[in-house]
C-alpha cells in the first residue's frame, strides 16, 4: 500500500508540474525572457527603472532612446581659409641668421587655402538651433549641416566661444525633430550613456549617425588644452572617435547630458583618432549657459587680466609654511594696479579654495579663472599668516 501510495503522489507532482510549464509557455519568450510588451506596459519613469531594463530584451530601453534620439542629430561640413607660408628651404641650415639676410633676400610666400573639416552636431529646438564644437565650425566660411532625411542647409554661425569650445549653430527649418536636454548635475557615474555622431565622417555614407554605447566613467574632470577649458567634464567608455566632436550624449531616457568634445587616444592614422575609450563630454547645463550668453551678447567677452602668477606647492614650500599637506598653490606676484592687487591679494598667500571648488593644484586655479567672463567676481579662500581669510577678485580688463 505505501508503495502505491508513494508512486501516486509523485504522479501528481509531476501532472502539476507539467501543467504549469505549459501554462507559462505563453508568457515566457523563446529564450526565457519576459517579452517587451510585457516589460513596458507604462512608460519608465526614472533612470533606474531605464537602466535595469536594458539588458531584458533586444528591444529594450537603449533601442528606444537611439530611435528616439537620431533624427535630431546632424553631420557638419565646414570649409575654412586658412594662410599658409612656403618655407624658405635655406631657413633649415641657416635659420634666421642676421648676416644671411644681408646678403639673401628670403623668398616667402603667403596664400589663403580652403580646409575642409567635419564633425557632428544636434538641433536643440524645432526652429533649427544646432549645437557643435567651436573647433568644428568656430572659424569656418561656409557650414553645411546634413540631417536624417538627407536634406541639407547651409549654416550660420549664431555665435561661438573658443574657451568653453561650444559654438551656436542656425539653420531655417521648421518642426525639425529636436533633443530634450536633461539636468546634467543629475548624471551618475556608472549609468548608461549612447554617444551619436559622425566619427570619421561616415554620416555622409547614408545620412544616419553612428550609434556606441557605454557608461559614465566619471563626472567632474576638469584640464585645459590649447587655451581652451574644459570644466566639469563627464567622462565615458562609449566609442568617441575623429569626427564625433559636437555629437550629444545622451543618457537611456533619450536626453542630451553632454556634447561629445575630446578624447585621450593613442590610436591616429591619415583620417583622424579613434577611440581607446576615454572620451569627454562637456556636461549641457555648462553648454546651456554658454548658449544663453551668445544669444544675448553674440559673443563672449573673456578678455580681462587676473593680474597674478602662482606657483604649485611642492615638499620644500610646505615645509617652509609649515604645511602638513601640499594643498593650493602659492602667489609669487602681483602686478600693480591688476585686478589681483585690487583684490587685496600679496606675494605668499596660499589660494586654497577658488569659487568654492578646492585647489589642488595649478590647473585647477587655472580652470576657475579662465572660465571666467569680464567683469565676473570669483571667491578665493586665501591662507595668509596661519589665518584664512577670503578674497573678491574680479576680473577686469587689461590695461594698455
Known sequence: MNRLRNMLIAAGVCSF???????????????????????????????????????????????????????????????EVRQMTVRDPFDDFFGSNPLFEQFFRRNRRVYNQEIRG????????????????????????????????GEKYDAEIIGTDKTSDVALLKIDGKNLPYLPLANSDEVITGEWVIALGNPFGLFDINSKPTITVGVVSNTGVNFSEEGRVYRDMIQTDAAISSGNSGGPIVNALGEAIGMNTIIFSTAQNSRGAGSIGIGYAIPINRVKRIVDL???????????????????????????????KKQGVVVVQVKRGSSADQAGLEPGDIVLEADGKKVLREEDLQVVIGDCVA?????LSILRND??????????????
Open 17 to 79: 508540474v507539467l501543467t504549469n510549464c505549459s501554462a507559462n509557455e505563453h508568457e515566457q519568450s523563446e529564450y526565457g525572457a519576459e517579452p517587451v510588451e510585457k516589460i513596458y506596459t507604462s512608460a519608465p519613469e526614472t533612470k533606474e527603472v531605464v537602466n535595469n531594463g536594458v539588458t531584458n530584451s533586444r528591444m529594450n530601453a537603449i533601442t528606444e532612446a537611439v530611435k528616439r534620439c537620431s533624427p535630431a542629430v546632424v553631420g557638419i561640413n565646414v570649409t
Open 118 to 149: 567635419l564633425g557632428s552636431g544636434f538641433l536643440i529646438s524645432s526652429d533649427g538651433y544646432i549645437l557643435t564644437n567651436d573647433h568644428v565650425a568656430g572659424t569656418a566660411t561656409k557650414i553645411v549641416v546634413t540631417l536624417t532625411n
Open 294 to 324: 551668445i544669444k544675448a551678447h553674440k559673443k563672449i567677452d573673456r578678455e580681462f587680466d587676473p593680474g597674478f602668477y602662482i606657483q604649485e606647492i611642492d615638499e620644500r614650500i610646505a615645509k617652509s609654511y609649515g604645511l602638513e
Open 375 to 379: 567683469g565676473q567676481t570669483i571667491s
Open 387 to 400: 589665518e584664512t581669510i577670503v578674497k573678491k577678485l574680479k576680473m577686469l580688463k587689461p590695461k594698455n
